[in-house]
């Protein structure tokens, strides 16, 4: 059963840099035939896509985001990472990371609130 | 990038209804790809349908995608009450993006 599973600070202060990490259970991040996605939300946003890395350690990101975001990959530990400097309270959200194969993003994890505040 | 811009923001059925939401891209999505997600309140979206038409395991057939190029959509034959919640449409052809999204609410 593929399970996915955000972890990180749930409070970030502005201008600093928020990282979250996935941790995949039930496959490998080393298959080739998916993507490791990371996505978020807010009511302001919706659901927004923010980018995706493949095993080989190749990315994808949105274009609003891509001066401020790093997508990695640890083959080792079966984890991909998040990293997002410059945070303000626009930054605020739900972090969701997923899996994106053939069948778009078919396994998501439950989501890490995320918030930027002094 | 693809702007999806979905319709209606908020449609009020009755059980045993037919849902009807549209999703209308800026641009042709190729491929096929399109898919739409189901979500409810605190949880992660749901894939429902990916590659416009084709049901992801799970997905109770009254569940039905349709569509081409840049007007899609995702039909509900008989709401059930599991169903009312917000529907989300997603391209995959041109980096990715979601429409905001049609709550489907009961009368």
């Known amino acids: 059963q593929v399970q996915l599973q955000e972890s990180g600070p749930g409070l970030v202060k502005p201008s600093e840099t928020l990282f979250l990490t996935c941790s995949v259970s039930g496959t490998s991040v080393s298959t080739g035939a998916h993507y490791w996605s990371w996505i978020r939300q807010s009511p302001e946003r919706g659901l927004e896509w923010i980018g995706h890395v493949f095993f080989t350690g190749s990315t994808e990101y949105s274009p609003s985001l891509k001066s401020r975001v790093t997508i990695s990959v640890d083959r080792s530990k079966d984890q991909f990472s998040l990293r997002l400097t410059s945070v303000t309270a626009a930054d605020s959200a739900v972090y969701f990371c997923?899996?994106?194969?053939?069948?778009?993003?078919?396994?998501w994890g439950q989501g890490r609130p995320v918030t930027v505040s002094s | 990038e693809i702007v999806l811009t979905q319709s209606p923001g908020t449609l009020s059925l009755s059980p045993g209804e037919r849902a009807t939401l549209s999703c209308r891209a800026s641009?042709?999505?190729?491929?096929?790809?399109l898919a739409w997600f189901q979500q409810k309140p605190g949880q992660a979206p749901r894939l429902l349908i990916y590659g416009e038409t084709a049901r992801a395991s799970g997905t109770p057939d009254r569940f039905s995608g349709s569509g081409f190029g840049t007007d899609f959509t995702l039909t509900i034959s008989r709401l059930e009450p599991e169903d009312f919640a917000v529907y989300y449409c997603?391209?995959?052809?041109?980096?990715?993006?979601f429409g905001q999204g049609t709550k489907v609410e009961i009368k």
């Open positions: 997923a899996r994106d194969g053939g069948y778009s993003l078919e396994y």
């Open positions: 641009q042709n999505v190729g491929n096929g790809a």
């Open positions: 997603h391209q995959y052809s041109t980096s990715r993006t």
